[in-house]
């Protein structure tokens, strides 16, 4: 089992953030969190270049597979006139690709644990690679649909899997940053493919196949020579975890406020304690080159191939849903995805005709102001809130709380649903820029630090709260993420049809903000959440681990 989790009075989330020496805060010295190891293999011991490669990589992957499952709608024209096909089979194909992302996440969860993070990567590029050859050789309406689950099931990386391969290679007080990091990439890789997309179909829109295409041929040579294994067995190296204890070697005395702390929460443990930073294996020799990028690295309890073990941890996965955190990121990552179908459906369906009459390239620059706010959402939602729970921690004599984040989602409340509705009033009324009302292009600028930094601030929180299954919380987002955002889908079109743009999008701005408003009772009740679901999560995590 992880190691923060061994200790007998412990609560996932409730951490010591900074040093507590002679019941003196030491506010320079943050405890390091997951603890490092001696060995040579320990990715949190990677040089700082090695660990931005490895990031950049598998960021680049996040950003190029949400572009080529939003560069479809580049096509539009080119395939009604072409082929005879309908914008409505844009929608059908959209839903199909949710599918593929959320549930091919599901199906592959056992993978990372048993085989490895590369084994997946490759898998997925794979399936991009089908996709695009596929999308730039479509002939009929099913060729249309069907291309897309390899495009979805080529993004479910991007769901959960980077986000363990980034726990792997920084701490949690870095987790902020490196989120927001992640979200950024799928924000320029969401807001840029129609761009460039569009760009390459005014040539030719077979080209935007052809195109991704080769771009995750090369994407594949460089991940397979180039992407090292992050999986590490960190229990093999640390010994008794100390729990809320810091995690360098340090005589501790509770301070005044350490043992109100204690009065509140009974799981934080104030007694004098002192704990070593690792027990490392003199054995435990560097990995060589080839060892590093072998397709499969076996778990080492895997028996066999491990296709029973799949099988068992697939079917214990399910029980993540029991956990309110996993419930609620996957509602606020989600709407934003189910949103974006309605904005994007507006902007190729609508601002093509009058009175905008814009051509592809002035609908694809509809996409800057989304990004300009999204960039901005994800430094708010991604370095700031690691400098929030900084200044939260100080003030709590060094203790930080999982739900210290959620403060910051309040902003995304009002200024999110605010940009959906300004956006549809003035798409549905024909404002325009040009005669001095820019609401809609600030509405999507509002739309766009929604989607920045509510996925970001909420599966931060998740992250926090349940640390030993980073993975399998990302799964559950991504599963009701994409179910959401399928739903949605599917009746965008029957939607706006039967209401109009205007209404459509005031009602879906009132359920925005009834989903982000669910951060009131996750504040108030989070804690309470996290212990009564605590001896539920150490059943999780053991009973995984003695599978994997």
Known sequence: MAGQMETENFLPGTVRYFQVIDGVLHDEEIILNPKPTNSPNDPLNWSPWRKYWHAALVLFITGFTAATSNDAGAAGDGQLKDLDISYAVENTAAGVLFIGIGY???LASPMPWLWGRRVQYLICLMFSLIGAIWFANVQNVQDSIWNQLFVGASESCA??????????????????????????????GTFLGPLFAGLIANRSW????????????????????GLEETMFYRDHYIGEAPGLAPAVETSISPSDDE?????????????PSVSGSDTGSPADRKRTYWQRIQIITPAPSMVGTGIKQYFGRLWHLMRIFTFPAVIFAGLQWGGQDAWLTFYLTIEEDNYYDAPWNY????V??????????AVIGCI??????????????KRRGGISEAEDRLWLLYPSAI????????FGIGSGDGWQWSKGNPGAYIGLGLIGFGWGCAGDLSMAYLMDAYPDTILEGMVGVAVINNTLAMIFTFTCSLWLAADGVGPTFIAIGVIDFFIQALTIPMQIWGKSFRRRTLERYRHFVEVRDAES
């Open 206 to 225: 077979r080209w935007v196949g052809w195109v991704a295409a080769i771009i995750t041929s090369v994407t594949i040579i460089v991940t397979f020579f």
């Open 415 to 422: 200024l999110n649903p605010a940009g959906l509705m300004l």
């Open 259 to 271: 043992k109100k702390i204690h009065n509140e929460n009974p799981e934080f443990k104030v007694e």
């Open 380 to 393: 708010y939602g991604g370095w700031f809130s690691d400098v929030f729970v900084r200044w939260m921690a």
């Open 364 to 373: 694809a620059i509809l996409n800057i102001p989304t990004l300009i706010g």
């Open 104 to 106: 091919w996440t599901l």
């Open 359 to 362: 051509g592809n390239n002035a």
């Open 159 to 188: 769901e959960a899997l980077v986000q363990l391969s980034l726990s792997d290679l920084f701490f949690q007080h870095q987790r902020g940053l490196t989120l927001g990091l992640y979200v950024l990439a799928t924000s320029v």
